[in-house]
């Protein structure tokens, strides 16, 4: 009996090795004194959780129209775009030798995603662009850039004037703007040219000649009406590779009403002053073969005293209607063509009576004396009687035709 216990203990021995065997190698549970099995306290701690990263907002990205160092075209509008925000500030300058240092204005689009010059650029000049913006965070970013313009060469570069530039005028006065080299794109400089009054009176452009561009109310100035005119053609491109080279503004004050009525039927000239007629002149007008021009023509110089030679309308010395007066007084110019009104004492015994001119309207020297004093560069002359018409072009020949007709002339009519 004795022998056969001994190795069942020993069994019993070896299950327990085993089972506490299992247990330290898998580490789930542990036994408590009592034998009761608990879990591990190793088994239930948390995993840990991976870092965060934080990642900036992207900046604002400011993209100018014109390249870093390049060279642009007058005629270029700068601009400077934002994505990812929106424009704060833009400084856009070059440097004048006589003025120093330009600052070019603009205007920001009212949501802040756009610059825009309000101007064109100047020829053969450097730029300093300066921008700056804002994401939506709020954080700044700014950028530099510099470019340069093309030269241009004299015959590239038109300058504009204004006729009679701060004068007082008659009412018929014409806005005149003449250039010194022609204009082919007539509609790009039209677009830049306004002409502005007070009163107001609606107008349109005409252009008499790719040099010189009118611009008339569709009646009569109102006198007194203060008129401004506006030619910001300044780096606009003209077509052929010419461009404007600087804006100009002006303008004049219309006076009194003077309107000039001759009739070389009735020989008879009617001179109305703020709409009544203030004195009757007997007139002598073109003979035969001499028309005067009937129409309605503006007056454009006056001269105290005028040399005439007929050899300036193509009469040579030796023909019979040749004539040389060094000492004409009281010339007022009607016409290019050499009309004028001026005292003619030679002719007295004609006026009233008879056509003797070779194209001129005569009077005597007190009448002449008169009307000089009277009127005006601007004031209307209104002939009539003869068959011979008044030629586009030939004087300030504006008020020659209907208004509908005369805005047809405009470069952007239809």
């Not at 205007?107 to 300066?130: F, I």
């Not at 510099?146 to 009679?164: G, H, M, N, V």
């Not at 073109?286 to 005028?306: A, D, H, N, Q």
């Not at 030796?318 to 063509?337: C, L």
Request: aromatic share 6%; proline share 7%.
């Amino acid at each position: 009996m004795a022998q056969v216990a001994r190795p069942h203990r020993l069994l019993t021995t070896l299950e327990a090795v085993a089972v506490v065997g299992v247990l330290s190698a898998c580490s789930a549970t542990s036994p408590t004194a009592s034998g009761t099995i608990i879990p591990s306290l190793r088994s239930s701690r948390p995993t840990p959780s991976p870092p965060t990263t934080t990642t900036a907002p992207p900046s604002v990205v400011l993209t100018p129209s014109v390249d870093q160092g390049s060279r642009v075209p007058v005629d270029t509008v700068v601009s400077v775009a934002a994505s990812n925000g929106t424009v704060s500030d833009v400084e856009l300058s070059y440097r004048d030798a006589k003025k120093g240092d330009i600052n070019v204005e603009g205007a920001l689009d009212p949501s802040g995603a756009k610059w825009v010059a309000k101007s064109l650029l100047e020829p053969g000049t450097t730029y300093s662009l300066t921008m700056t913006g804002k994401n939506p965070q709020g954080t700044q970013a700014t950028k530099h850039s510099t470019f340069a313009t093309q030269d241009l060469s004299r015959k590239q570069e038109i300058f504009p004037q204004i006729i009679a530039d701060g004068a007082t005028v008659g009412i018929a006065m014409p806005v005149i703007v003449h250039f010194d080299v022609p204009v082919k794109d007539k509609a790009a400089f039209e677009k830049w040219m306004t002409v502005t009054s007070t009163p107001k009176q609606d107008g349109s452009w005409n252009w008499i000649s790719s040099n010189e561009a009118h611009w008339r109310p569709a009646t009569y100035w109102q006198p007194g009406t203060k008129v401004g005119v506006n030619v910001n053609v300044n780096s606009v491109s003209a077509g052929n590779g010419t461009y404007g080279q600087v804006s100009v503004k002006g303008g004049f004050t219309v006076g009194g009403s003077v309107v000039m009525k001759a009739d070389l039927v009735a020989h008879q000239m009617n001179v109305e002053v703020g709409g009544a007629v203030a004195r009757t002149i007997p007139i002598t007008g073109g003979k035969t073969g001499f028309e005067t021009r009937s129409g309605t023509k503006v007056i454009m110089e006056k001269f105290p005293s005028l040399h005439m030679d007929a050899n300036t309308i193509g009469i040579e010395p030796g023909d019979p209607n040749y004539y040389d007066i060094p000492d004409v007084k009281d010339a007022i110019r009607e016409t290019y063509s050499g009309e004028f009104l001026h005292a003619a004492p030679w002719s007295v015994s004609s006026q009233g009576h008879t056509n003797i001119s070779h194209g001129c309207i005569g009077m005597s020297d007190a009448d002449a004396a008169w009307l000089f004093s009277t009127v005006k560069v601007g004031d209307p002359v209104v002939v009539t009687g003869t068959n011979r018409g008044l030629e586009a072009g030939n004087g300030w020949t504006d008020w020659n035709v209907s208004y509908p007709t005369y805005k047809q002339g405009s470069a952007l009519a239809g």
